[in-house]
């Protein structure tokens, strides 16, 4: 028989004692297993491999899996920093333990029903970060999820049903064609500050920009990691840039993340100088964006939608819009005539009358 830590390790790192029974290990197999180190118990009946700080290990130790960003990072999303563990656990739970810097969160049935051994299912992860996350990470762990096609962009409306409102909002943020935390959060931050954004633009066939912003300044971001043979590739695109008329900028993961100030800068300075030479400006696809403000618990909050108001309301009778139309044609008639002097006087715009009954 495969040793204890090997059938454990080999099913992820976890295993319960009934699985571990059934797979022919006896109770002095698992004694001998834990008093020689190989595997641990964070839970009665229950067998890691996994070291006692591991996020995984934690979650099964306070009775219950991970979820929301510490959950999200065991596969691999876009985070600035390690997140704060998160444990879901069912509304009907007990027998808890208490664990230092660990949130608990209280979750219904079906979530219990979806998932792993130690985390529950993605979907239920995402809809939790969106709640906990800075609004910029928030929208950098939905781009991750459309970039790795664990999402399709069609999925995400349905992902934030049930939040609420203002968090809905959020699927105006997203873009699936964001490929690293960086071109996410720097497209966020200048769409933020009013910006036009598009991103991954092409440029001499086969190459794309990875940020264009107010449709003049191509910004390229160089991730944490320095490539040679990508070094001439990358000037390459610079020059592309400019000959096809936009200024070139490239900025790295350390300067978006510690010096942003500094990248916004000479972006709107390299924008300010093409419109002072005339160049056309403004032919992003993407738009500025409201600002999210800080309010409550939550790190962030978008304006709820709301509906425009007709200038007439439902059911005003046809007279009552013949007369809204007549005192808006006089209007315009009184407004367009000549002073005693003979000099034409200026037309005032005509003014809407709005029945109320």
């Not at 009907?92 to 230092?100: D, E, H, I, K, T």
């Not at 660990?102 to 219904?108: A, G, I, N, T």
């Not at 007279?319 to 005192?327: E, L, M, S």
């Not at 209007?331 to 005032?348: E, N, Q």
């Amino acid at each position: 028989m495969t040793s204890i830590s090997g059938l454990v390790h080999l099913h992820g790192g976890l295993l319960h004692k009934r699985q571990l029974v059934e797979k022919g290990a006896h109770d002095r197999h698992l004694t001998w297993a834990v008093r020689k180190g190989e595997v641990r118990r964070p839970r009665r009946g229950w067998y890691s491999t996994w070291p006692p700080h591991d996020p995984r290990f934690i979650a099964v130790q306070v009775g219950g899996r991970l979820t929301g960003a510490s959950a999200l990072q065991s596969w691999g999303a876009w985070l600035w920093q390690e997140p704060r563990i998160t444990v879901s656990v069912p509304k009907n739970a007990s027998r808890l333990r208490r664990a230092s810097r660990v949130r608990v969160v209280w979750d219904p049935p079906e979530v219990a029903e979806r998932g792993t051994n130690h985390s529950v299912g993605l979907r239920d992860a995402l809809r939790e970060a969106l709640l906990e996350l800075p609004f910029e990470e928030a929208v950098a762990v939905l781009d991750w999820a459309l970039y790795t096609e664990h999402l399709g962009i069609g999925e995400i409306p349905a992902l934030v049903e049930g939040l609420p409102r203002d968090v809905q909002g959020i699927v105006d943020w997203v873009d699936e064609k964001c490929q690293s935390i960086i071109e996410s959060i720097s497209r966020t931050r200048f769409r933020r500050a009013g910006h036009d954004v598009e991103t991954q633009v092409p440029v001499d066939r086969n190459k794309a920009i990875d940020i264009v912003v107010n449709g003049v300044v191509g910004l390229e971001l160089d991730g944490r990691s320095f490539h040679q043979d990508s070094f001439e590739k990358d000037r390459c695109k610079d020059l592309e840039i400019i000959i096809e008329g936009r200024t070139a900028v490239r900025a790295s993961y350390r300067m978006v993340r510690h010096g942003w100030e500094r990248v916004l800068l000479a972006v709107e300075i390299a924008a300010s100088n093409h419109r002072e030479s005339g160049a056309r400006v403004g032919v992003g696809n993407s738009g500025p964006g409201p600002r999210p403000p800080r309010r409550g618990p939550r790190l962030w909050a978008l304006p709820c939608r709301r509906r425009p108001k007709p200038e007439l309301p439902p059911g005003a009778s046809a007279g009552a819009r013949a007369g809204a139309g007549a005192g808006a044609s006089a209007g315009a008639g009184a407004s367009a005539g000549t002073s005693r002097r003979g000099r034409s006087r200026r037309s005032a715009p005509p003014r809407i009358a709005t029945i109320v009954r």
